[in-house]
């Protein structure tokens, strides 16, 4: 068998005390940080190289740098002390004004348009939140929060397990975009629409999508020229070419000053998905999830 290891010789202060010095890169700083003295601080890294069996930080001009090693720990080690945090945090009630924590959100570049102002409530509110955003797949979603690897999955859901809890945030439309000027917009009829070359967001570099569907099912298709991963890039592109793209509305008005593209409406059926925020039913016991999903709400 192997030998299990005792936990109880481990100190999780040095978990912190690693987060630290990582983040200030410099054994000083993150003294002061940690209101220790330095001398405290290079003690405690002693103690975690014996641990760990590797020098984690080397001594620069500058201050220290990680090892390779300190570098694939630093994620681990960062959820290890979210979740450490946020078991605590469930023990008394959330004061987002004096809260430090992380939150990961899982979502897809089209659907971050809640970013901007739940950054602004931060950063008026709770200065000491943090946030991660991953970018998620649709089919993995729900094991991620199961796993606790996201906090909350945000994107458009249609059928849910019981065991989770959905919110909704806004009701999403897609347009199709296009660089300004292009001659589609002087006639956006699906005949058309047709008739032009398209990019198609597809993470798994599928060429043919739901458009094609809806299409075919009017005895209609249309050319896909080009298939990239996520949906920024998609905008560039159509900024750039003669290429069209069905992207969603919200998502190009967000990041309508930096390129110059128009949109149209061609009613083919999309829908307007409920774009969701997804978390764990058993998570609402966390006050701190409560208090973000609510900020979450009200920037929908």
């Known amino acids: 068998m192997l030998n299990e290891i005792d936990l109880s010789r481990a100190d999780l202060n040095l978990l912190v005390l690693f987060e630290t010095v990582l983040d200030e890169g410099n054994v000083g700083r993150a003294a002061e940080r940690l209101n220790l003295s330095a001398s405290a601080v ?3 890294l002693g103690r975690l190289r014996r641990m760990l069996n590797d020098p984690l930080f080397l001594k620069t001009p500058k201050g220290v740098v990680p090892t390779d090693r300190a570098k694939e720990l630093a994620t681990p080690i ?7 945090r946020s078991v605590i945090s469930t023990a008394e009630p959330f004061d987002p004004a004096r809260a430090r924590r992380r939150f990961t959100i899982g979502t897809a570049d089209g659907f971050s348009v809640f970013l ?4 602004d409530e931060i950063a008026r509110n709770a200065p000491g939140i943090d946030l991660v955003v991953r970018h998620m797949q649709m089919e993995t979603a729900l094991s991620d929060l199961d796993g606790r690897l996201i906090d909350v999955a945000i994107a458009p859901f249609y059928e849910l397990p019981a065991r989770f809890s959905a919110q909704p945030l806004y009701e999403e439309e897609f347009v199709v975009a296009a660089r300004s000027g292009h001659p589609f917009l002087k006639n956006p009829t699906i005949e058309n629409y047709c008739r032009m070359q398209h990019l198609l967001v597809a993470p798994r570099g599928d060429l043919r999508g739901l458009v094609d569907e809806l299409l075919e099912s009017r005895g209609l298709s249309r050319r896909v020229a080009l298939a990239v991963p996520n949906f920024l890039l998609a905008l560039d592109l159509v900024s750039k070419t003669q290429l069209i793209c069905f992207l969603p509305k ?8 930096r390129f110059a593209v128009a949109t149209a409406k061609l009613t083919l059926g999309l829908g307007s998905p409920s774009v969701q925020a997804v978390v764990p039913k058993a998570a609402l016991m966390d006050t701190g999830l409560v208090w973000l999903l609510d900020v979450l709400r009200r920037s929908g």
């Open 116 to 119: 901007p102002p739940l950054l």
């Open 250 to 257: 919200r998502f190009v008005a967000m990041h309508a000053e």
């Open 78 to 84: 960062a959820d290890i002390l979210a979740r450490v």
């Open 42 to 44: 290079s003690h405690g």
